[in-house]
């Protein structure tokens, strides 16, 4: 992509939902003949028990849902043994929330968190939703500690601009009250009528006081839980917030799945060639796998 094209996209991305729609259905319209595998792949793909509903945009699972996640779990707290081993002490003008404990590069494809990744069912549900198999586009493990500032960047609401449809799957590595700063999500309907109301551009940030002024207040869902705990959401249609973690509480882990389309904002033409996971393609791997790995 050109300077200036990068630079479009860059724009656009933080517009409003309309001007962002009209940008990916150009792309979807230009990666038409490319795609025609995918549509084939989701086309062979059968609704699984797992589904997000797409007023909600969002579906929690329980612990022994999968049985991936108590590895999940386990590899997520050793990642953070090792960070905190070795951790310089933080200033007091240092971020403390949403700290990556694990290098991605580090994973493979035995790891838990691939292995979920990839699980046949979780990838026909996210597909379904999307309309679209997408793409693998992150997996971290993120630790957010206690705080006494005020709520800052995704501590406050916000609906993510990578796409105008994306999922992500966040897992509990630690148990989550209220005072552990716990995902908090609006559903999708809600959100909608939030963005429409307050003319939302997607670089901007929500007090709980804006959002409250359109929809209410109890509106909002906090995800509680112990360790393991899973929920599936959409962060560009639902305002969302996190790590808000209190005095005295316990610190957050969190491992998070990053499922994009191609015709994400972050990914413009050619750039599905330098996705993170690519590289664990394999001889003789399922169609499904291989494309949402980047082929």
């Known amino acids: 992509m050109s300077a200036l094209g990068t630079r479009l996209t860059k724009a656009i991305r933080v517009r409003s939902d309309a001007v962002r729609r009209v940008y990916t259905a150009a792309r979807r319209a230009g990666r038409y003949w490319r795609d025609g595998e995918r549509r084939a792949a989701l086309r062979k793909l059968a609704q699984a028990p797992l589904s997000i509903g797409r007023d909600q945009g969002l579906a929690v699972v329980e612990p022994a849902r999968f049985p991936e996640i108590a590895g999940v779990v386990t590899e997520a707290r050793a990642g953070l043994d090792s960070f905190l081993a070795t951790r310089q002490p933080a200033g007091q003008t240092q971020k403390r929330f949403l700290l990556p404990v694990v290098d991605p590069r580090s994973l493979t494809f035995d790891s838990a968190a691939v292995r979920l990744a990839l699980r046949h069912d979780i990838l026909a549900a996210v597909s379904h939703y999307l309309g679209v198999v997408p793409f693998l586009s992150a997996i971290s493990v993120l630790y957010s500690d206690v705080t006494d500032a ?146």
């Open 150 to 295: 005020a709520p800052m960047s995704s501590q406050l609401h916000h609906c993510d601009g990578d796409d105008v449809t994306q999922v992500k799957i966040f897992v509990y590595c630690s148990d989550v009250d209220d005072q552990s700063g716990p995902l908090t999500v609006l559903p999708a309907d809600d959100s909608q009528r939030v963005r429409r109301a307050l003319g939302y551009l997607y670089r901007q940030r929500l007090t709980d006081a804006q959002v409250a002024s359109v929809v209410g207040t109890g509106r909002e869902r906090p995800i509680l839980g112990p360790a393991g705990t899973t929920v599936l959401v959409d962060t560009s249609r639902c305002f969302h917030y996190g790590s808000r973690v209190g005095p005295g509480a316990i610190p957050r882990l969190v491992t998070m799945i990053q499922y994009q389309t191609p015709y994400s904002f972050m990914l413009p033409a050619g750039a599905q060639t330098s996705l993170p996971f690519r590289r664990l393609i394999r001889s003789g791997m399922p169609a499904l796998e291989r494309l949402v790995l980047g082929e």
